[in-house]
């Protein structure tokens, strides 16, 4: 979990604005209590304004040994990337990211002789390795899974593209061309 900053943000920031500030920071489930104490807010002042931002769909709350918590909401999350990729990418930049990242899959599975990350898995089970191949392997599975999600997301963005440029287009009189 993050660690909130020293100085005068207690000055210059509403105790509101720095549970939402903290809960944009969550990398994990994070119990209310220290949400409150990150925030420098009374837990009652977290905990309304982690409710708000649940109505909103900005977090998720969960509990940690029976404790609740809050999360980032992962569908807001998923989104946030999604637009975050295609305010900073031209189509054509995207697309040249699908192949690149097309092409370090192909690289990854020729390498390791082995049509998948299911079939390099699976290899982890029928193969005996040293301790460094199986350390080497598991880095591997790392850079194969992160290359998945950015996978995922580009697909998405892609998907997605015209309809985010357009609906982010200021607005004009002009009738729209959503079908």
């Known amino acids: 979990m993050m660690k909130s900053s ?3 943000w207690t000055e210059s920031t509403s105790g509101r604005e720095r549970v ?4 944009e920071l969550l990398d994990e489930p994070t119990s209310v209590q220290e949400i409150a104490d990150l925030a420098d807010v009374s837990r009652a002042t977290a905990d309304d304004e982690l409710q708000r931002l649940q109505s909103d769909d900005w977090v998720a709350e969960t509990t940690i040994d029976g ?29 040249s990211q699908l192949t690149e990242l097309t092409e370090e899959q192909e690289e990854l599975a020729t390498e390791y002789d082995v049509d998948s990350l299911v079939g390099f898995r699976e290899q982890f089970a029928d193969e005996e390795f040293s301790a460094e191949e199986l350390r080497e392997r598991r880095n591997v599975v790392a850079t194969w ?7 995922g997301l580009v697909k998405h963005a892609l ?21």
């Open 6 to 8: 020293p100085g005068s």
């Open 20 to 23: 939402r500030h903290v809960a």
């Open 145 to 151: 899974e992160a290359i998945n999600t950015e996978l």
């Open 67 to 95: 404790t609740k918590a809050y999360d980032l909401n992962p569908v807001r999350m998923l989104f946030d990337e999604v637009t975050d990729l295609i305010e900073a990418h031209s189509r054509d930049e995207l697309e």
């Open 159 to 179: 998907q997605l593209y015209d309809d985010v440029v357009e609906l982010s287009s200021p607005r004009t009189d002009s009738p729209s061309t959503l079908a």
